[in-house]
């Protein structure tokens, strides 16, 4: 139905920031809410964050409130994760997701998954 394409990883210093982009395409519908979600290898898929359609409704998972903000434009069907004060165990492989409310993403849902993108921090 709709793809993710993600990016905006990279190789970074503790402390330092990245912003990641998601672009959706396909059969995409509005009202849909984004977020993100992060993997290291040996453990689970783990929820980051979501946004709601109008940008009202926004959470964050513990690790990164405080850190980290996500937006989104739907003119664009992109969702951003604005990372600030990365830390070393902020690395992993960052995902966007899609869904039909922030709380299908909560419950570590997701309609679409990408490929990816790769973030490591160094300490």
């Known amino acids: 139905q709709v793809q993710l394409v993600e990016s905006g990883g990279g190789l970074v210093q503790a402390g330092a920031s990245l912003r990641l982009s998601c672009a959706a395409s396909g059969r995409t519908f509005t009202n849909y809410a984004m977020g993100w979600f992060r993997q290291v290898p040996g453990k689970e898929r783990e929820f980051v964050a979501a946004?709601?359609?109008?940008?009202?409704?926004?959470y964050y998972a513990d690790s990164v409130m405080g850190r980290f903000t996500i937006s989104r434009d739907n003119a664009k069907n992109s969702v951003y994760l604005q990372m600030n004060s990365l830390k070393p165990e902020d690395t992993a492989v960052y995902y966007c997701a899609v869904g039909r409310d922030t709380s299908y993403l909560t419950n570590g849902r997701s309609d679409s998954w990408g490929q990816g993108t790769q973030v490591t921090v160094s300490s």
């Open positions: 946004i709601s359609w109008g940008g009202t409704r926004i």
